[in-house]
């Protein structure tokens, strides 16, 4: 079956890079149409997307976070990796990774916090 | 952009009632490229419907979707108490894939 998880640091200071590693299981990131994508989650918010990424490698961002975000995949290790740089204590958040478009299976989420 | 509004914000219902959610969108969603989650606390969203009208695998038929352009709608035929969580529609036709801003349906 698919499954999808999350795994990063749970605590970052202002101003530092985020790196957030998916690694799935269940299909393999260099299938035709497979993507897998990034949301978050601030408490109690609603949802927000952050990027897609394709298995042609077509990358896809939240315009209001493109000069911050960065997706990449490694398909020998089925992992999906996020880069978000220059945090902030507003980007803290549950950080989701998920199969699809629509999203169809998501990971269980990692809580980031950014504090000083 | 695509701005997707969801009405209401929150819904008080009873179990066994009929809940209709609505989320609309500020322009036209091509192919009703259209989704529609349930959060509960704690947990991940859930895939409900997908295409504006298709159930994902598993989801019981009492959940259904309608809808084409920018008015969509999901429809709750007869509450259970586990139907009780917020929900969320998406687009998927651009970029961003814009979700709405939730419609939490709480027990009256």
């Known amino acids: 079956q698919i499954t999808l998880k999350e795994s990063g640091p749970t605590l970052v200071k202002p101003t530092q890079t985020l790196t957030l590693t998916c690694t799935v299981s269940g299909f393999s990131l260099s299938t035709s149409g497979v993507g897998v994508g990034w949301i978050r989650q601030p408490p109690g918010k609603a949802l927000e997307w952050l990027a897609l990424?394709?298995?042609?490698?077509?990358?896809r961002y939240n315009p209001s976070l493109k000069s911050r975000l960065s997706i990449t995949k490694d398909t020998s290790k089925n992992q999906v990796v996020l880069t978000m740089t220059n945090m902030d204590p507003v980007d803290t958040a549950t950080y989701y990774c998920a199969h699809g478009s629509p999203f169809d299976f998501w990971g269980q989420g990692t809580l980031v916090t950014v504090s000083s | 952009e695509i701005v997707l509004t969801q009405s209401p914000g929150t819904l008080s219902l009873s179990p066994g009632e009929r809940a209709t959610l609505s989320c609309r969108a500020s322009?036209?969603?091509?192919?009703?490229?259209l989704a529609w989650y349930q959060q509960k606390p704690g947990q991940a969203p859930r895939l409900l419907i997908y295409g504006a009208s298709s159930r994902a695998t598993g989801i019981p038929d009492r959940f259904s979707g309608s809808g084409s352009g920018t008015d969509f709608t999901l429809t709750i035929s007869r509450l259970e108490p586990e139907d009780f969580a917020v929900y969320y529609c998406?687009?998927?036709?651009?970029?961003?894939?814009?979700f709405g801003q939730g419609t939490k349906l709480a027990i009256k």
């Open positions: 322009q036209s969603v091509s192919s009703n490229y």
């Open positions: 990424i394709y298995w042609d490698d077509d990358e």
């Open positions: 998406q687009q998927y036709a651009y970029s961003p894939r814009s």
